[in-house]
Nanobody, 118 residues
Framework: QVQVVESGGGSVQPGDSLTLSCSGS????????LAWFRQAPGKEREGVSC????????KYLDSVKGRFTISRGRAKNTVYLQMNNLKPEDTAVYYC???????????WGQGTQVTVSS
């Protein structure tokens, strides 16, 4: 059974940085897309960034471009989200998602809270 687990959330001040980590198990994760989503209170879940092992593509939500960087570890089951210059509007629960086009399934982590407040 595939599982993904996030870590690295916390409470920071505006302008600070945080790095989120996501580690998967139960698969080789070859050709999987790993992504970060977030959901703020009262809002829908939105995609923040994704990185594909299938075609090497990387995508970002417009509001985080230039501030967030997604990267994959040497082991394909790990993905990171480096978040710089955090803003109060980045406050949300951040979720890791692992998706395989081969088996046509995706898996979610339990989420990690990021709070940006002065």
């Amino acid at each position: 059974q595939v599982q993904v687990v996030e870590s690295g959330g916390g409470s920071v001040q505006p302008g600070d940085s945080l790095t989120l980590s996501c580690s998967g198990s139960g698969s080789s994760f070859n050709y999987w897309t790993l992504a970060w989503f977030r959901q703020a209170p009262g809002k829908e879940r939105e995609g923040v960034s994704c990185i594909s092992d299938y075609d090497g593509s990387i995508k970002y939500l417009d509001s985080v471009k230039g501030r967030f960087t997604i990267s994959r570890g040497r082991a394909k089951n790990t993905v990171y989200l480096q978040m710089n210059n955090l803003k109060p509007e980045d406050t949300a629960v951040y979720y890791c998602n692992a998706e395989s086009i081969v088996i046509a399934r995706s898996f979610w982590g339990q989420g990690t809270q990021v709070t940006v407040s002065s």
